[in-house]
């Protein structure tokens, strides 16, 4: 039974890896979304509408792994105190 539960962790991790958020401009969001649900990839991809993407134009970016860079860069900057 063990080997059942490592499985079905391992593929968690991965479903949960493989999430991307994808950026398009207010006015291609719907379609975007209708394409992206039609197609059943809407557990792996979030679309968010963003007034700095232009018509006709989608960012794929990995939220989650830009998280973890950025708290990784801050635990290793430490400035010195002020004294």
Same mark, same amino acid.
């Given at each position: 039974? $063990? %080997? @059942?539960?490592?499985? @079905?962790? !391992? *593929? ?11 950026a398009? $401009?207010?006015?291609?969001a719907? *379609? +975007?979304?209708?394409?992206?649900e039609?197609?059943? *990839?809407?557990?792996?991809?979030? +679309?968010?509408? $963003?007034?700095i ?8 970016? %990995? +939220?989650?792994a830009?998280?973890? $860079? !950025?708290?990784?860069? @801050?635990?290793?900057y430490?400035?010195?105190?002020? *004294?």
């Amino acid at each position: 039974m $063990s %080997d @059942l539960m490592a499985d @079905l962790k !391992f *593929w968690a991790q991965i479903e949960g890896d493989s999430k991307r958020t994808l950026a398009c $401009s207010p006015a291609d969001a719907p *379609w +975007v979304r209708e394409a992206i649900e039609a197609a059943g *990839w809407n557990h792996i991809l979030t +679309v968010i509408a $963003s007034p700095i993407v232009t018509d006709g134009q989608m960012i794929i970016m %990995d +939220v989650q792994a830009m998280d973890a $860079s !950025f708290n990784e860069a @801050l635990q290793h900057y430490q400035p010195e105190p002020p *004294w």
